[in-house]
């Protein structure tokens, strides 16, 4: 099982996903993709589901129209774990290879 990052290197890993940021009040991260149309935005989406279903690890978001607003948390950990870091990370090259 995934273990929890300490706020250090929480906060080191974000140095690694480029407009990934802490939750507030929650260990959590989240970013916010603005994609051309709503095409887009569920291409992103249903790109990622599929990563989410090879990783084992899922994603709490939110789409409206060409805005999809994502959270990051390892629900078994209690907070972010690495694997919140490798999905931020394929979900960035996602979004530029979308965009
Ligand atoms: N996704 N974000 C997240 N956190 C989890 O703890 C988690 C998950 N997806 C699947 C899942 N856990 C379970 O299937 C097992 O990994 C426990």
Same mark, same amino acid.
């Given at each position: 099982m995934?273990?929890r990052l300490?706020?250090?290197? !929480?906060?080191?890993a %974000?140095?690694?996903?480029?407009?990934?940021?802490?939750?507030?009040? !929650?260990?959590?991260i989240?970013? =916010?993709?603005?994609?051309?149309?709503?095409?887009?935005?569920?291409?992103?989406? =249903? +790109?990622?589901?599929l990563?989410a279903e090879?990783?084992?690890?899922?994603?709490e978001? !939110?789409?409206?129209?060409?805005?999809?607003?994502?959270? %990051?948390? =390892?629900?078994?950990?209690?907070g972010v774990?690495? %694997?919140?870091?490798?999905?931020?990370?394929?979900?960035?090259?996602?979004? +530029? %290879? =979308?965009?």
């Open positions: 995934a273990e300490t706020a250090e290197a !929480r906060k080191q %974000l140095g690694a996903v480029p407009g990934w940021t802490e939750v507030q009040g !929650r260990d959590a989240g970013k =916010t993709f603005v994609f051309k149309d709503f095409n887009e935005a569920f291409g992103f989406m =249903t +790109r990622a589901a990563v090879k990783m084992d690890h899922h994603p978001w !939110r789409n409206v129209y060409k805005t999809v607003e994502v959270v %990051l948390s =390892t629900h078994d950990a209690g774990t690495a %694997l919140d870091i490798e999905f931020a990370k394929a979900m960035n090259a996602i979004a +530029r %290879l =979308t965009a």
